[in-house]
Every structure is written in structure tokens, then in C-alpha cells.
T-cell receptor
Framework: KAGVTQTPRYLIKTRGQQVTLSCSPI?????VSWYQQTPGQGLQFLFEYFSETQRNKGNFPGRFSGRQFSNSRSEMNVSTLELGDSALYLCASSFGVVGNTEAFFGQGTRLTVV | AQTVTQSQPEMSVQEAETVTLSCTYD???????LFWYKQPPSRQMILVIRQEAYKQQNATENRFSVNFQKAAKSFSLKISDSQLGDTAMYFC??????????????FGKGTKLSVKP
């Protein structure tokens, strides 16, 4: 079956703009979580959605937001982009609670803010 | 705060040899999961192995095995018969097993492993 699909794969935006990233989970998976990966900070948890509800949120400013649709697809939005938002954004889907069930990752969206 | 530490930023190993990657973690929880993920240059994170904290037996998956020392909060990964395809970043990760933890994997900074022919 198809894996986790993230679109777009690459994105270049200007400081101050906003951006929306998309994640389509594996069919049947209801949990989608997002991570930011940078060389300095490593992998950091952004938020997790399950059945359209945000269940957990990491320590990121309010400029980072997300949502999940009824078909489990998820989007994350970053408003008023800053240079420090340049990163690889990874999405992971799982059938249930991570740990009890395996989290499968997408290939990520590489965001560059100039 | 829960943290995961990987003390080896880079390691190399000859093909067919064995290598061990280190990971320590800090938590006050008694029930949790530990993972090793592999991230090759393609960027896609792949689960290598998973360990449940309440299980005494060390997890194994083919050439990959762990040494889980709960009291010492240590979780090392041993790769036997290293192959060129094992070249990747390896991340140790932790998640507590209680209601508020859903989706919250805590990662170490990673170890870059190079397998040399």
C-alpha cells in the first residue's frame, strides 16, 4: 500500500510569507504527527492529530499551526516566516498511539526561507 | 524533562564488521517505548527496532539488536555484519506510554554511520 506522502518536496519562500505543507497518511491511519528537523536543534515535535483533533503540541510559537481533515490528511501552516524556519518538515502516520503502533514517516518537505 | 542523548556524532565501520551505537535517556516514567530509526540520504525515517520498557528481553531484528539496560537508562544498537546499505543517520527515540504522549517521539541528535567497503 502507498506510504506517507508529503507535498511539496521542496519549497522556497520569502521571509514574512506564509506556507502550507500537506501530509497524506497511510490508508487507515488516523494519527498524524509533524516534526521539524534542523542541523542545530535536531528533530523536534510540532503537533499530533488524531481523528481531526489535536492531541498534543510541542513547544513552538503560535505561528505554527495545523489541522486534520476527515480523510486523515493533515496540513501544517507557518505564518510570518522567519529565516530560522528553514528546515526539513517530516510527517508521520500511525494507526493508533505511537509506541503501541509503528509510526511511518514521509520523505519530508524541505523548506528554505530567504 | 525527558531527554535522549547520543554521544557519538559520527562512526565508521568496515563492511561485514560489527558496530555499536550508544544512546542514553532520562525519564521519570516507568512505562515507555524506545526506538532506533535510520535516516538514509533519501531522508525517509525508517524504524529499525523497537523496545518496550517493561520487557526484559532485548529486541532483535535480523542483523540489528539492542542492549537495553533500564536501570542505567541505556539503549545501544548493535549492527552485525554491516552492509554498505546501512550507511545512514541513526536516531535513538523515546516515547512515554501514557495518555498525553500521543505522537510525541523525543529524538536524540543522531549518529552518522558510514560503512566502508
Amino acid at each position: 500500500k502507498a506510504g506517507v506522502t508529503q507535498t511539496p518536496r521542496y519549497l522556497i519562500k520569502t521571509r514574512g510569507q506564509q506556507v502550507t505543507l500537506s501530509c497524506s497518511p497511510i490508508s487507515g491511519h488516523r494519527s498524524v504527527s509533524w516534526y521539524q528537523q534542523t542541523p542545530g536543534q535536531g528533530l523536534q515535535f510540532l503537533f499530533e492529530y488524531f481523528s481531526e483533533t489535536q492531541r498534543n503540541k510541542g513547544n513552538f510559537p503560535g505561528r505554527f499551526s495545523g489541522r486534520q481533515f476527515s480523510n486523515s490528511r493533515s496540513e501544517m501552516n507557518v505564518s510570518t516566516l522567519e529565516l530560522g524556519d528553514s528546515a526539513l518538515y517530516l510527517c508521520a502516520s500511525s494507526f493508533g498511539v505511537v509506541g503501541n503502533t509503528e509510526a511511518f514517516f514521509g520523505q519530508g518537505t524541505r523548506l528554505t526561507v530567504v | 524533562a525527558q531527554t535522549v542523548t547520543q554521544s557519538q556524532p559520527e562512526m565508521s565501520v568496515q563492511e561485514a564488521e560489527t558496530v555499536t551505537l550508544s544512546c542514553t535517556y532520562d525519564t521519570s516514567e516507568n512505562n515507555y517505548y524506545l526506538f532506533w530509526y535510520k535516516q538514509p540520504p533519501s531522508r525517509q525515517m525508517i524504524l529499525v527496532i523497537r523496545q518496550e520498557a517493561y520487557k526484559q528481553q532485548n529486541a532483535t531484528e535480523n542483523r540489528f539488536s539492542v542492549n537495553f539496560q533500564k536501570a542505567a537508562k541505556s539503549f545501544s544498537l548493535k549492527i552485525s555484519d554491516s552492509q554498505l546499505g546501512d550507511t545512514a543517520m541513526y536516531f535513538c527515540a523515546f516515547t512515554p506510554n501514557y495518555g498525553g504522549s500521543q505522537g510525541n517521539l523525543i529524538f536524540g541528535k543522531g549518529t552518522k554511520l558510514s560503512v566502508k567497503p
